[in-house]
C-alpha cells in the first residue's frame, strides 16, 4: 500500500495550491479519501474528505469555501485545491485512505505546505 502526496510548497497568503495524493496497492475506488493536516506543536486535524464514489464531501469549518476535495477513480488520484491561503493553513498534509468505521486505514507521508510573504 502507498500514498504518496505531492503539490506542497511555498506561496504568499492569498494564494493558490492544488495537492495531489497518489494512492496504490488497495482498491482505491472502494475507500474514502481525506486530507489532514498538522502545523509544529499542533494536534494532527481533519481538513476535507470524500466519499468512495465521490459524490458527497465535507470540509472543516476553517477551510469550507477556500478549498475543494476531488478525485480519480480511474486514476487512483485524489486531489486538495486550495485557494484563498492564510497564513495558519501552514502545514504538514496528509492524506488518509479510509476502508470503513472501523479500517483499514492507510496514511501517506505527507506534503509541506507554508504560506508565507
Known amino acids: 500500500v502507498q500514498l504518496v502526496e505531492s503539490g506542497g510548497g511555498l506561496v504568499q497568503p492569498g494564494g493558490s495550491l492544488t495537492l495531489s495524493c497518489a494512492a496504490s496497492?488497495?482498491?482505491?475506488?472502494?475507500?474514502?479519501m481525506n486530507w489532514y493536516r498538522q502545523a509544529p506543536e499542533k494536534e494532527r486535524e481533519f481538513v476535507a474528505g470524500m466519499i468512495s464514489s465521490g459524490r458527497w464531501s465535507n470540509y472543516a469549518d476553517s477551510v469550507r469555501g477556500r478549498f475543494t476535495v476531488s478525485r480519480d477513480n480511474d486514476k487512483n488520484m485524489f486531489y486538495l485545491q486550495m485557494n484563498n491561503l492564510r497564513a495558519d493553513d501552514s502545514a504538514l498534509y496528509f492524506c488518509?485512505?479510509?476502508?470503513?468505521?472501523?479500517?483499514?486505514?492507510?496514511w501517506g507521508r505527507g506534503t509541506q505546505v507554508t504560506v508565507s510573504s
Open positions: 488518509r485512505a479510509s476502508g470503513g468505521p472501523t479500517g483499514p486505514y492507510y
Open positions: 496497492g488497495f482498491p482505491f475506488k472502494d475507500f474514502g
